[in-house]
């Protein structure tokens, strides 16, 4: 089975302060994705990495930035966490090449921002 | 741009009550088209996919989906809940030319009453 962990359920932050979110799968996976996942909207791509050191900006990025030094490990950086950025944060990974391979997600982190 | 629409945000039904929760995409192009499920507590897992082929798709759990080119649509079905169908339903699409991107929808919650 495919295991994509992440290494909080639950966060609070302060505002201002430097977020650090981990994120690590099990399978090899080249694909890795971090989403936002807020009521009425669903889920929205933040960044994706296709490969080590690899990275490309979703559709929301600002705000965010990530780093993929292992293959096995995402990480998702907030720089000055703010109120707007409570939400809950989806970690996926996925096989290279095809787009429709299934994506692999990870519980979760939900994250408030005081 | 691409984008998923949702039209019912809350579902209630009956056990034994038939299914069938809409989904709507606009993209020009060939599509791969997904249904994901987020049961209570749980990681969002994949319900079933399509990608080529006969446009009735089989998923898990009874579930099945139809692809109509023609309304630019993908409608989850099923014939008899349960009250373990409880869960937040997303439709996604990734248009092939848009390399990994999924785009989501707003998600549907189901509920049913026992």
């Known amino acids: 089975d495919v295991k994509v962990t992440q290494s909080s359920r639950y966060l609070v932050k302060r505002t201002g302060e430097k977020v650090f979110l981990e994120c690590v799968q099990d399978?090899?996976?080249?694909?890795m994705f971090w989403y936002r996942q807020d009521p009425g909207l669903g889920l929205r791509l933040i960044y994706f990495?296709?490969?080590?050191?690899?990275?490309e900006k979703g559709d929301i990025p600002e705000g965010y930035s990530v780093s993929r030094e292992k293959k096995e490990r995402f990480s998702l950086i907030l720089e000055s966490a703010s109120t707007n950025q409570t939400s809950m944060y989806l970690c996926?990974?996925?096989?290279?090449?095809?787009?429709?391979?299934?994506?692999?997600f990870g519980p979760g982190t939900r994250l408030t921002v005081l | 741009a691409q984008s998923v629409s949702q039209h019912n945000h809350h579902v209630i039904l009956s056990e034994a009550a038939s299914l069938e929760l809409g989904c709507n995409y606009s993209?020009?192009?060939?599509?791969?088209l997904f249904w994901y499920v987020q049961y209570p507590g749980q990681h969002l897992q994949l319900l079933l996919k399509?990608?080529?082929?006969d446009p009735l798709v089989k998923g898990i759990k009874g579930f099945e989906a139809e692809f109509i080119k023609s309304k630019f649509s993908f409608n989850l079905r099923k014939p008899s809940v349960q009250w373990s169908d409880t869960a937040e339903y997303f439709c996604?699409?990734?248009?092939?030319?848009?390399?990994?991107?999924?785009?989501w929808g707003a998600g549907t919650k189901l509920i049913i009453k026992p």
């Open positions: 996604a699409v990734n248009g092939m030319d848009s390399n990994y991107q999924l785009i």
């Open positions: 993209y020009g192009g060939t599509v791969n």
């Open positions: 399509y990608f080529s082929g």
């Open positions: 399978m090899d996976h080249e694909n």
């Open positions: 990495s296709y490969d080590v050191k690899m990275k």
């Open positions: 996926a990974s996925s096989l290279p090449g095809q787009a429709y391979n299934e994506q692999f």
